[in-house]
């Protein structure tokens, strides 16, 4: 399917969604249980926007104006871009796995729903890595986890005594991988991204 001047490049449910569950994110989270969806309609409408807002931003900041190789640079977009694909799916499978644990129910949609809109926040602020100067205003990507704290235990059915648990479970695992992937990504884009 080609684009036509007919059709919008950005889905323009996207940045109704990305406005509400940033703004009214309860109410949103209650149109998201309802919907109906696949990971691949979530991936295809959401995700491959907003998780290129950061790789692209630090890509045009370091060369712009850190003045870093080019070639380097958009190796190390391509890697992060990937990466933070990949790393909302094994959130999903490690909500979904971790749910019945937690007195909640298995099921993948959810599970996705939960990973891909709850990370909204942290994606959006990628996009202060463009000047090196204010990048440290992707702090604000932290609203993440309040997004997290609504959404899991609506979506997965969480009994309220254990959303504390299940949240913090979650939280301690997905920590954990973001650290090991950044280690691994340094460890083999690092050393190609001075070199080149």
């Known amino acids: 399917m080609t684009h036509t001047e007919s059709e919008p490049i950005v889905p323009p449910a996207l940045s109704g969604r990305v406005k509400r569950i940033l703004l009214s994110p309860r109410e949103e989270w209650e149109r998201i249980d309802a919907e109906p969806a ?17 790789p692209i931003c630090r890509f ?10 080019v070639v380097g640079a ?6 992060a871009y990937g990466l933070s694909l990949g790393l909302i799916y094994v959130m999903a499978l490690v909500i979904d796995a ?13 599970a ?6 709850s990370s909204t926040a942290s994606m959006l602020a990628g996009a202060f890595a463009l000047i090196p100067l204010i990048a440290w205003l992707a702090i604000l990507g932290f609203y993440s986890l309040y997004l997290l704290w609504l959404g ?23 920590l954990g991988l973001g ?3 950044s280690a691994l990504m340094w460890n083999f884009v690092g050393l190609a991204y001075w070199r080149a």
């Open 60 to 69: 045009a900041g370091t060369v712009v104006f850190n003045q870093a190789p």
């Open 98 to 110: 971790l749910a019945p644990r937690f007195g909640g129910r298995s099921d993948r949609i959810q």
């Open 38 to 54: 696949t990971i691949g309609g979530i991936y295809r409408n959401y995700l491959v926007y907003l998780a290129a807002i950061g």
């Open 179 to 181: 650290i090991l992937l």
């Open 152 to 174: 899991l235990p609506r979506l997965m059915r969480t009994p309220e005594d254990k959303a504390m648990g299940f949240f913090l479970v979650v939280l301690v695992i997905m």
């Open 112 to 117: 996705f729903k939960v990973a891909a809109y």
């Open 74 to 79: 958009l190796v190390q977009a391509v890697v």
